[in-house]
């Protein structure tokens, strides 16, 4: 019996340091348009989809860096991309930098339901990069610098008739990321991205960040019997590039959607949650099969160690 979620993901070019939040907002809004068209029930937008990646930059003045931050969430700015959503019983993932009341700062995303409401919302875990001034490097990577660690853990929401769990870029690499949700009986994972086709740290080869970024995607979706929904945030921003990438992996781990370009461009599936029901009843079907009194380490060791005796 098929379980239909019709799911676009909503893939967005470059955000430069010039564009306004209103003209990135309409950018969101005609991406929401097609997938209206297409009769999705959710959207998956990127990581910090209102802003250029800004962690790219070493900024030391305190009102010059908070800009790139929402203190509430819905407010003026995103307004009409909720109200539109909810005229057209859409749900969507949204990635944005938080200020919270308290003044802590979170790389996080948000779940808003057919009906507009906010369900759910995580703060990223993973933080990549460095919290330092790297001045020889072509650019920074300071997400260490300008989020804390997020605080509420990776949990699993009931909503658009499954249970789905997000998280956000450097999240997809860490296979816990997707264990801790489909422990909680994730059927799927919705995430942004924004990555850096260059490294900073060695002369890595470029078609490896593509590769290791669907490799992450691939391989825990069939590992945890998910759907993986991942949109890329990417292209040239004021000529620094990101990978696109964009796509939609079935738990069988086999890409069933991805984006063609490096620009706002909207992929889409009919996804059929029952798919992943005969690998989590037989091949990961965890209660029978998995052994955690053999798995200690994973919880007690936070770096590699010594070898056990
Ligand atoms: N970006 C990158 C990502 O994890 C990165 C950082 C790239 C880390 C490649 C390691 C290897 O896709 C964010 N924003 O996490």
């Given amino acids: 019996m098929k379980r239909l979620l ?37 959207v998956v937008f990127p990581e910090l989809a209102l802003t250029t990646f800004f962690p790219r930059y070493w900024m030391t003045d305190q009102a ?14 995103v307004q009409p991309l909720f109200d539109l959503a909810k005229q057209y019983g859409i749900g969507f993932y949204l990635g944005y930098a938080e200020i919270t009341p308290e003044g802590e700062r979170f790389n996080t995303s948000i779940i808003v339901d057919r009906s507009g409401t906010i369900v759910g919302r995580y703060r990223k875990i993973h933080l990549p990069g460095h919290s330092d001034h790297k001045p020889a490097a072509p650019f920074q990577h300071l997400e260490k610098k300008y989020f804390q660690v997020g605080n509420e853990g990776f949990k699993v929401w009931e909503t658009m008739g499954t249970k789905m769990g997000m998280c956000i870029c450097n999240d997809r690499r860490w296979p816990e990321t997707y264990r801790v949700m489909s422990l909680q009986s994730a059927e799927i994972v919705v995430l942004g991205y924004n990555t850096p086709s ?10 490896l960040r593509m590769f290791h970024h ?4 691939q391989s825990n979706a069939y590992q ?4 993986i929904g991942a949109a890329a945030k990417c ?3 004021d000529g620094f590039h990101m990978i696109a990438g964009s796509a939609i992996v079935s738990p069988t781990g086999e890409i069933v959607a991805q984006s063609a370009s490096e620009e ?8 059929d949650l029952a798919i992943g029901d005969n690998f989590r009843e037989h091949v990961f079907n965890f209660a029978k099969h998995r052994r955690p009194e053999h798995y200690k380490l994973i919880i007690e060791r936070i770096g590699a160690d010594e070898p056990i005796k």
């Fill in 224 to 227: 945890n019997a998910l759907w």
């Fill in 198 to 207: 260059h490294n900073i740290h060695w002369p890595e080869p470029t078609h």
């Fill in 235 to 237: 292209g040239s921003e």
């Fill in 214 to 217: 669907l490799l992450s995607l």
């Fill in 64 to 77: 010059e860096i908070d800009r790139f931050y929402e203190r509430s969430m819905p407010n003026k700015d």
């Fill in 6 to 42: 019709p799911l676009s993901v909503a893939q967005l070019g470059p955000i430069h340091l010039a564009d306004s939040k209103a003209a990135v907002v309409e950018r969101l809004i005609e991406l929401l348009k097609e997938a209206h068209s297409r009769n999705s029930h959710f």
């Fill in 264 to 271: 706002d461009e909207l992929i889409f599936h009919n996804v």
